[in-house]
């Protein structure tokens, strides 16, 4: 964004407003008004925000150009989530804070989280429970480090052939990487009970 929306232009010869705004217009209006009327508009401080619109299809091609500079591999079948994941590895030891929109986001369900610290604490956990525990972690936004450090609690060694992290914490365990890669959902709650990871009074949905 080169202008903070609804803040004046200053002039750089005199450093004083030049009286026009600078100001949002939709789409429509820059294709059916003429200059003038534009500049017009830009001239009185209208304080007005025109919402975005989020744009899967724009995010998406967005990550696939990102992706295709860094000559990472996408198909369609990657999801968008697995190839930012490849574009962290791809540009930096350090995990950037990058977000994807809330709606993609759930925190993990307690129930997991209890599943996690009781494997923890005895040192060992299926892998059932470990797809379980990364589908829930993958779902809820967790990066590499963060995974590595849950896993790597539970199990106090290197992460081996496994799968479900690496002697690296920025680069992810193949089954993390698949997961992402196939979007795989978290399991329900009807199927954890089955698994008798969750009960009825659990409050999670
Ligand atoms: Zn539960």
Known sequence: MRRIVNTAYISKLT?????VWCTQFTVDEVMKTGIEELYAMAMEESGRVIPSEPSKKALRNFVEFVCDYYKIEHTVSYSIEYLLNKIDEATSSISHSYSI?????????????KLIERNIERGHSSHENNNVIATELVAAGYK????????????DEPGGDWGWYTDNPNKAGRQIDLIRSKALNRYSKDKLIQMNICTDKCGCV
């Open 144 to 155: 590499n480090r963060d995974i590595y450090f849950i896993f790597n609690s539970i199990y």
């Open 101 to 113: 929109s809330n709606e993609y986001i759930k925190p993990p369900r307690e129930c997991i989280i």
């Open 15 to 19: 450093n004083e407003p030049t009286g």
